[in-house]
Each structure stands twice: as C-alpha cells, then as structure tokens.
C-alpha cells in the first residue's frame, strides 16, 4: 500500500511532513494508531504533549480517582483485558492498561512525546494542514483532531482567585508535593472528581469545607473486586469474557430510555437516589440540602457509597452559599461569612464546548474553530467532520459523548469511520474531502430534534451540557449502537471531493493520509497548571 498522495506539489522542506497525524494519545488517539497499524499503514505520526500515553488517565491522578463505567466496557473490543482487579477500575490500573496496549502492538516508535501543538492551518494552494508544534513545524494530508473532552481544566472565575496564598490547583492537576494533612481545606464543586476526592481527604484533613453550587443525583457505587477464579475464567473460557461485556452493554443502553427517550421514567431512578440518601444523611436539614431540584440525568448522573458519609464527617461542612471572593488565606460566601483555608481543590470541570484547542485550528476560509462555532454553536457531521476544514477528523466532536456508558464504544465507531474514509481516499484517488454545509445543518437540525425531549433539555437544571444557545452540543440523544450504524461506512456523497494531480501519468500513488488530534493531549496547554 503505497503511502502518501501524490498531489502535484513539492513538500515543504523547512517541515516534516507525514500522511497522517495523530495529535495526543490517548484512548482516541492511540486506538487510532494502532487501527492504522494493523490496517497497514505507516506513514503516520502521534505527537502527545505529556511524556507518555494514556491522556486524561496519564494526567488525573488525584485521590480516589477512578472510572464509574464498568470495567468491562473500559477496554478496546480488539483487546479486552481479564486483568481487571475490580467491576470498576482505579486509575492507576486504567492507565497501566493503556500503557501496555502501546507496547502489545508496537506503536511507540511512531510517538514524539514532550510535543504540543500550538497550531494547525489549511493550505490550499497544497492541500494540507500546516501543523506548528513546540519540537518543530510538520505538515499532514489530512488532520483528526481528538483533543479530548476532558482535556483543559476548567478554572472558575472567582474575585481575587489569584491572590490566595495557599496551595490551590485543580483536580486534574493535582499537586502531590502539597500535604494535605491537618490542614483546613476546601473543595469546590461537588462533580464526579470530587464525590471521589471529598472521601479520600477527609479523614486526613484538620477540616474540609465543600462547596456545592447543585445538588447532584448520587447513587450506590456497585464496585466489587473481582475473584481470582473470575479472572482466570476471563482469561481461558473462550467468549466468557465478551459475553459478560456484551450483557452489561446491555443494561447500560437502558439509561437512553430514561434520558433520551422518556425522561419522566427517570423518576424510577430518583427513588433509589432518594432511599440513598435517607439512609446515609440522617439530618434531615443536611438531606434536604443535598437533594437535588431537576431531574435525574440532566446532570451527570454520580455514583459512590462514601460521598454522603464523608459529608456527615465532624470535621466535613457542606457550604451551598455562592462564592463571593477568595482572599490571601480565606473564602468568603455570598452570605458574608469568611471561612480560614489552607488549600483550595477545584472540582470545576473541563472547557468542553469551548474548548481552547478549537483556537488552534484554522480552515479553508481563514477562521478558527472556535469562530466557526461562535455563530451556531459547536456542530459537527456526525461528531467527526466539520464544513469548512477539510481533511479534518473530530474524534468525540460535537453530540458524539455518552454519559452512561463508555466512551471507547464511540471512539471505536469514529476509528471505524476514519479508516473507511482513508480507504475510499485511495481507492477513489482523492485528494481532499470536505462535509457539505447543507448536510451537515440538515444533520444537526435532526440531532437537536432528538435532543429536544430529553431530560438535558427538558430536566430543569444548567450543565455543562448546554452551550450559550441553550443546545447541548455534547451528548449523542440515542442508543449508542444507532451511532455505531451510522458510522460504519464513510458516506463519500456526502463530501466534497478533490482528485489527485498524478505525477506518473495515469497512475498516482495514493494514500490515506490523516492527521490526527487525540486524547487531549497532543496539543499546547492554555491553562496555567497553578493558580498564583
């Protein structure tokens, strides 16, 4: 398979140049890899900005940290894992995980660590992106971005935040030289980082105050270590282990029903939350502010035993009074009360609908991502190309996320989707593709008509969900096996398309090119890693 298209003109000597481009490698991007590889295609390079796989697993490494997805569904379907110590798995061993796939299928050498992407732009006139990064400039016949949904800290804008003078960072940049020990604490936000960092502080802490803007829905954690002779069954009784994964798929799938299709059926979800929390917050004052005012599944749905103990702590105090300003060694809340920290954790998320990497990429017509989403919102083509930027794959784009099941089975699809795009390159001699404007509005417009009964928009609650114009532009509003469908083959009628210029008569050499954004980490960080 010959790799790289001939398209007329000369490379730029000043840049390296490369058929595909696989920015960050994480779970997108280094599934992407190796999908190429055992594809056969060589001509493709991983840029990752930290000094090692594994993208938000490499980098959130805070106390408690782990996945609330079961582990059965947290591995590639080409390679399951039997290793798993638990139904669901502890960050340090997702990240192991992750490592060892690099090493299985020999798709290290074709990384370059410690190198960030600071821009990416489309040339015409040669029909590829111009890619800058900190280690030098590149350039690409086609460009998958995969930056990664929760790849930049999202860091609340909160009077005199950078005066405090004690140790503050964020979740995902947690700083393990600060003791936390007999210290006063506070933890704002009250997410999924946090219902896993408040238990895991707490007992070490002098005192720990959290801070909750809305209640969130909690409910039981049903984790459990894995026996010895189940694993040795994952591991030898051929099927076992896909037929376990396939039946808790399953289950999972359910969850549509109650937030895509029917939300008044989430009801059924708010009684076990509701008998949760009776049972664990016996203080009907300290209940009643935990209990949250929309419905179940408008927000992420949360799930742990050791949340609401933590909070019934002596030394633990809910706080549900907004932030007013930070000072040199205190928070004070909107009610005027000041409350003495020592540290500040920040459980605030991740810019997803806007996030910083969209800035970095630049079209055909001169504006960035990030401009281009500015007038409609952030949309995609089936959450993978976007009119405008051509040779351009957006892996977990635009209504492509999934808040009940794993992501992997998207990623997955989208892989499936870009390998079939880079066959049709070469089989059709194509140069560039770009998604047509008209179909991708008439996509998004049935997207957001799925979207409109669902409990994300009907549910009562702001999230992080939802973008400026009221639509949520992040999740998928149907049952994940329907994206799946949809991305099984590279739809080409749907394109627009250029042919390659041959420069050995009737017989050009043709690749499918790529080039790559994956994982969140390929790319410059825009976030400062402390608050000072």
């Known amino acids: 398979m010959s790799q790289s298209i001939a398209n007329g003109h000369a490379p ?38 930290g000094d090692d796989v594994g993208g938000t697993w490499r980098v959130n490494t805070y ?59 489309w040339n015409d006139a040669d029909s590829r992106w111009e890619v800058e990064t900190t280690r030098g400039g590149f ?21 005199g935040i950078h005066t405090f003078e004690g140790e503050i960072f964020h979740s995902a940049q947690w700083d393990h030289d600060a003791d936390l020990s007999g210290k006063r604490v506070a933890v704002i ?59 808790i798929y399953a289950n999972r799938e359910l969850f549509v029903i109650t937030q895509a299709k029917y939300p008044a059926t989430a009801r059924l ?9 009776w049972w664990e917050v016996r203080d009907p004052a300290l209940r009643k502010r935990l209990t949250p005012t929309f419905r179940a599944g408008c927000k992420r749905l949360l799930v742990s035993n050791k949340f609401y103990p933590a909070l019934t702590r002596d030394n633990v105090d809910l706080v549900t009074d907004g932030i007013e300003e930070i000072r040199g060694s205190s928070i004070v809340s909107t009610d005027g009360t000041e409350r ?24 055909r017509d001169g504006r960035t991502l990030t401009e281009e989403f500015e007038i409609d919102g952030l949309q995609a083509y089936k959450g993978t190309t976007v009119a405008g930027f051509p040779n351009l794959f957006t892996m977990l784009g635009a209504n492509s996320g999934l808040n009940y099941t794993s992501l992997i089975y998207v990623i997955e699809s989208q892989i499936a989707y ?35 009964r669902s409990v994300w928009i009907t549910g009562g609650c702001t999230s992080w969900f939802l973008d400026r114009h009221g639509n949520n532009p992040t999740l998928w509003p149907d049952f994940s096996f329907r994206f799946r469908r949809m991305l099984r083959k590279f739809d080409v009628e749907s394109y627009k398309t250029t042919n390659c210029v041959s420069t050995q008569g009737d017989s050009p050499a043709v690749t499918a090119p790529a080039a790559v954004s994956a994982s969140g980490n390929g790319v410059a960080d825009s976030v400062d890693h402390k608050l000072a």
């Open 12 to 49: 730029d000597a000043s840049r390296r140049h490369t058929g595909v481009l696989i920015i960050g490698s994480g779970l997108s991007g280094l599934g992407t890899a190796v999908r190429l590889s055992q594809e056969g295609y060589t001509d493709f390079l991983v840029i990752e900005r």
């Open 340 to 363: 003495e920290v020592d540290a500040i954790v920040l459980c605030t998320g991740f810019q997803v609908a806007n996030s910083p990497t969209y800035r970095m990429f630049t079209g």
């Open 269 to 277: 979800l708010e009684l076990i939350a509701r008998v949760k929390l």
């Open 63 to 121: 106390p408690g940290a782990g996945c609330d997805v079961p582990s059965q569904l947290y591995s590639y379907s080409f390679a399951l894992n039997p290793e798993w110590s638990r139904s669901f798995s502890p960050q340090p061993e997702i990240h192991r995980y992750i490592q060892g796939i690099a090493d299985r299928y020999g798709v290290r050498d074709k990384h370059l660590f410690d190198c960030a992407m600071t821009s990416a732009r």
């Open 418 to 452: 870009v390998i079939d795009a880079l066959a049709t390159m070469e089989k059709q001699s194509l140069r560039t593709f770009e998604v047509r404007q008209e179909v991708q509005d008439e996509y998004n417009r049935g997207v957001q008509r799925k979207m409109a």
């Open 139 to 159: 350039t690409a016949d086609v460009v998958v971005t995969a930056a990664g949904v929760l790849a930049e800290p999202n860091l609340p804008d909160i009077k």
């Open 189 to 247: 936000g009250t997410g999924a980082s946090a219902v896993q960092i408040v238990p895991s502080i707490a007992p070490q802490v002098a005192h720990l105050d959290v801070y909750q803007r809305s209640a969130a829905w909690v409910f039981p954690h049903l984790t459990r270590a894995y026996l010895a002779p189940e694993r040795f069954a994952f591991k030898h009784v051929p099927g076992l282990q896909r037929l376990i994964r396939g039946l």
